[in-house]
């Protein structure tokens, strides 16, 4: 079954990347960064049920590639707050939730053009706050306006007939029902398209939302929600609260009014929430939903039958790209003996020639990682690489102030050692030869994550296998292992990288949903 078209909109389409090789986009870019840094450092406030809450304590967040300079000032919720907030979602649901469906799906596709109307701006936010380079916070956005047309055209699907068969004497027929208010927890690195993705699923489907952005993200995050406001989202169905997650999100996860979390993190969090909302506090009337997508140590597989100058690139913007920050960021480059030699020095030629500094200069491919404790981290991965394997290019901090690290490449590692299992979450690539195609599948496939791979193989033998035995959520074959589109490469992952919610894909509005079967025994007349 296709996905709703809708009548004036049409079929869905991505949404085209801006070129900035064009000078007008380039010149838009920059006037847009020149306008955003003039409103850096001001103070937001919690929104709830609309009203502006300012609390004792703070919280800044602050540009990775300038750490002194401060993006926003926003205010640390506390458990009580959390309370309200759920408390005032959950009111709102009776009302939201009867909204008709088509209403709903309007405000996405008024989200949508906000998004593109604002684009450049929203851009310079990423590029300001996460260190995303120009290129990267360009295909973010897109992302977001791709959930928000896609999601509104699955809901017009949703909210129409649903092939029940009929028995005789009776009217049969399903209904799709939101399920009530939840916690959308996004993480910081997808900054646009994740938190609107989570946010316009549920509100889409008639749910309403206490959005609780990442301690790194908060001042992208507001201007999502003022897109959503202004889009038509009431603000009794949408909550702003920033607060840290330990404390003020574990009460917005345990209250017995909350009745799903839709989450997009790490392991460790990932499974702390689905252990907290698996406990049922007094007066909980449900089994709380989670949809919980996580972590990835994601491999290319790089097979002697492959054209080792397209995998060789396909390895480098995969593990690079963003800082190698991405979930579906190659970490493992799985490489065959026979060309195991020439894909390393051409590998790290080709990583020599990547550029690392400020993400507001498009000069550079890596910008930042995205603050000190992550720099400080992949700084320890990249000793206990020293040991695991050979450093045959970077593992120094680049040239800067900002939290910028060189891209790093680590040969030799062995498929057990902590650098082939742990997500590392920054552009530290390990390689590992392989003996041959069988070895390097249980490599593979030997981690306890499952989310993205690919496999660079002429033989279309090899290829049919891996479709079948290589074991993650998106697999791509002769290209990058990142970049996966709405509503083209539905994405999830398997094992611990998640639930496999299948994000941009035709199962996902079910996850904020339950259904409603209705028989009714016709009267004789
Ligand atoms: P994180 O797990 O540290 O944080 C994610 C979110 O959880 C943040 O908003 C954070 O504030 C919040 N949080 C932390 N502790 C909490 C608690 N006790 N209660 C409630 N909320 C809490 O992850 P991150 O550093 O923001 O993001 C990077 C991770 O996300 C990586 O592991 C990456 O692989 C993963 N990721 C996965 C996908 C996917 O689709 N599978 C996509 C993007 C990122």
């Given at each position: 079954m296709g996905?709703?078209?809708?009548?004036?909109?049409?079929?869905?389409?991505?949404?085209?990347?801006?070129?900035?090789?064009?000078?007008e986009n380039r010149k838009a870019q920059q006037q847009a960064l020149d306008k955003v840094k003039a409103e850096l450092g001001r103070?937001?406030?919690?929104?709830?049920?609309?009203?502006?809450?300012?609390?004792?304590?703070?919280?800044?967040?602050?540009?990775?590639?300038?750490?002194?300079?401060?993006?926003g000032v926003f205010q640390k919720a506390t458990p009580e707050l959390a309370v309200r907030a759920i408390e005032s979602a959950h009111r709102a649901f009776d009302t939201w939730k009867r909204v008709a469906a088509e209403k709903r799906a309007e405000c996405l596709f008024r989200a949508a053009d906000i998004f593109r109307k604002r684009r450049f701006e929203l851009n310079a936010w990423m590029i300001y706050e996460v260190g995303k380079t120009w290129p990267e916070a360009d295909a973010d956005i897109a992302e977001a306006i791709d959930f928000c047309e896609y999601y509104g055209r699955e809901m017009l699907r949703l909210a129409g007939p649903q092939p029940v068969l009929q028995a005789p004497g009776e009217k049969n027929y399903l209904l799709y029902i939101p399920l009530g208010a939840g916690v959308v927890i996004p993480p910081w690195n997808f900054p646009s398209a994740i938190p609107t993705?989570?946010?316009?699923?549920?509100?889409?489907?008639?749910?309403?939302?206490?959005?609780k952005p990442s301690s790194d993200a908060m001042a992208i995050a507001w201007q999502l929600v003022e897109a959503m406001y202004e889009a038509g989202i009431p603000k009794h169905a949408l909550h702003f609260f920033t607060g840290p997650g330990s404390t003020a999100g574990d009460a917005l996860i345990a209250n017995?009014?909350?009745?799903?979390?839709?989450?997009?993190?790490?392991?460790?969090?990932?499974?702390?929430?689905?252990?907290?909302?698996?406990?049922?506090?007094?007066?909980?009337?449900?089994?709380?939903?989670?949809?919980?997508?996580m972590g990835g140590k994601d491999a290319i597989v790089v097979d002697e039958e492959a054209d080792v100058d397209a995998a060789?690139?396909?390895?480098?913007?995969?593990?690079?790209?963003?800082?190698?920050?991405?979930?579906?960021?190659?970490?493992?480059?799985i490489v065959s003996e026979k060309v195991y030699k020439e894909f390393v020095d051409k590998l790290t030629k080709r990583v020599q020639t990547i550029k690392v500094g400020p993400s507001e200069d498009p000069a550079n491919y890596m910008g930042p990682v995205v603050n000190a404790n992550a720099l400080k981290s992949m700084l320890e991965y990249v000793e206990v690489g020293k040991k695991e394997g050979k450093v045959v290019t970077g593992g120094k901090r680049a040239a800067g102030d900002g939290y910028f690290l060189e891209p790093t490449v680590i040969a030799d590692v062995k498929p057990n050692a902590r650098l082939a299992q742990e997500e590392i979450f920054g552009p530290v690539l390990a390689v590992i030869p392989a003996k041959d195609f069988d070895d390097a599948l249980k490599i593979a496939n030997g981690t306890e994550f499952g989310l993205t791979g690919a496999l660079y193989s002429k033989n279309p033998k090899k290829i049919a296998r891996?479709?079948?035995?290589?074991?993650?959520?998106?697999?791509?074959?002769?290209?990058?292992?990142?970049?996966?589109?709405?509503?083209?490469?539905?994405?999830?992952?398997?094992?611990?990288?998640?639930?496999?919610?299948?994000?941009?894909?035709?199962?996902?509005?079910?996850?904020?949903?339950?259904?409603k079967s209705v028989s009714e025994k016709l009267q004789k007349h």
């Open positions: 996905t709703a078209t809708h009548p004036k909109r049409g079929e869905f389409r991505n949404e085209p990347l801006t070129d900035f090789s064009k000078a103070e937001y406030p919690l929104l709830i049920d609309g009203e502006e809450i300012h609390t004792a304590e703070k919280t800044k967040s602050t540009n990775p590639s300038h750490p002194e300079q401060v993006v993705g989570m946010v316009g699923a549920a509100l889409v489907t008639g749910n309403t939302v206490v959005l017995p009014k909350t009745r799903f979390i839709a989450f997009t993190g790490s392991k460790e969090v990932g499974l702390h929430i689905s252990e907290l909302a698996g406990k049922a506090p007094k007066g909980q009337i449900w089994i709380k939903r989670t949809v919980l997508e060789v690139e396909g390895v480098a913007v995969s593990a690079f790209g963003y800082q190698g920050q991405k979930c579906s960021a190659c970490s493992r480059a891996a479709a079948e035995e290589f074991h993650v959520g998106n697999l791509y074959f002769n290209r990058k292992c990142t970049g996966a589109l709405v509503g083209v490469q539905p994405f999830g992952g398997f094992n611990m990288s998640g639930t496999d919610s299948k994000a941009g894909g035709q199962d996902y509005l079910l996850l904020f949903l339950q259904g």
